[in-house]
T-cell receptor
């Protein structure tokens, strides 16, 4: 069974500092991996995805993530935090088997606070 | 840019009542999903729908739940007899396949 673990339910950084949000996955088949962002009272917006091409994936708003199979990790980073990055971030995994379901399994989320 | 829409944005209902949550997926998408997020918890998969039938459902999706694509554009989630624990944000998503899913803004269901 697939699962996602996000270490740190709350992360606080200063504006301009590095953002690092951790995600580890468990999957018995090659995974597709995603990061979604949820701003207050809004839906889920796709930040970036890994689908077995380049292991370093660049997304929107300056975020990127690196797929490390040996560590079963897909950590999200941004070199310099902006106040507008304050939101909840969800890591998700899906099976790369072309099945009709392709359901997403989400982590518990990390709430990012950015301090001025 | 096309997007998934959901109505209503907020639904308040009495316990035991039926509710229908509506979604309009992106028009050329073939895969449709419902997820829910109980306040303060993670997003959970409920059901996936492809080729006019359910392709997978979670243990949450019991006999009180049903989905329908009545007219080729809408995708609905019906809860037959709501319980207090059904209170959550319900997200609709759609995709072309290839695992990327586009989410709607959600419907907040409050069961009193």
């Amino acid at each position: 069974a697939q699962s996602v673990t996000q270490l740190g339910s709350h992360v606080s950084v200063s504006e301009g500092a590095l953002v690092l949000l951790r995600c580890n996955y468990s999957s018995s088949v090659p995974p597709y991996l995603f990061w979604y962002v949820q701003y207050p009272n809004q839906g889920l917006q796709l930040l970036l995805k890994y689908t077995s091409a380049a292991t370093l994936v660049k997304g929107i708003n300056g975020f990127e993530a690196e797929f490390k199979k040996s560590e079963t990790s897909f950590h999200l980073t941004k070199p310099s935090a902006h106040m507008s990055d304050a939101a909840e971030y969800f890591c998700a995994v899906s099976e790369a088997n072309g099945g009709a379901t392709n359901k997403l399994i989400f982590g518990t989320g990390t709430l990012l606070a950015v301090q001025p | 840019e096309p997007e998934v829409t959901q109505t209503p944005s907020h639904q308040v209902t009495q316990m035991g009542q039926e509710v229908i949550l509506r979604c309009v997926p992106i028009s050329n998408h073939l895969y449709f999903y419902w997820y829910r997020q109980i306040l303060g918890q993670k997003v959970e998969f409920l059901v996936s729908f492809y080729n006019n039938e359910i392709s997978e459902k979670s243990e949450i999706f019991d006999d009180q739940f049903s989905v329908e694509r009545p007219d080729g554009s809408n995708f609905t989630l019906k809860i037959r007899s709501t319980k207090l624990e059904d209170s959550a944000m319900y997200f609709c998503a759609s995709g072309r396949g290839g695992n990327e899913q586009f989410f709607g803004p959600g419907t907040r269901l409050t069961v009193l």
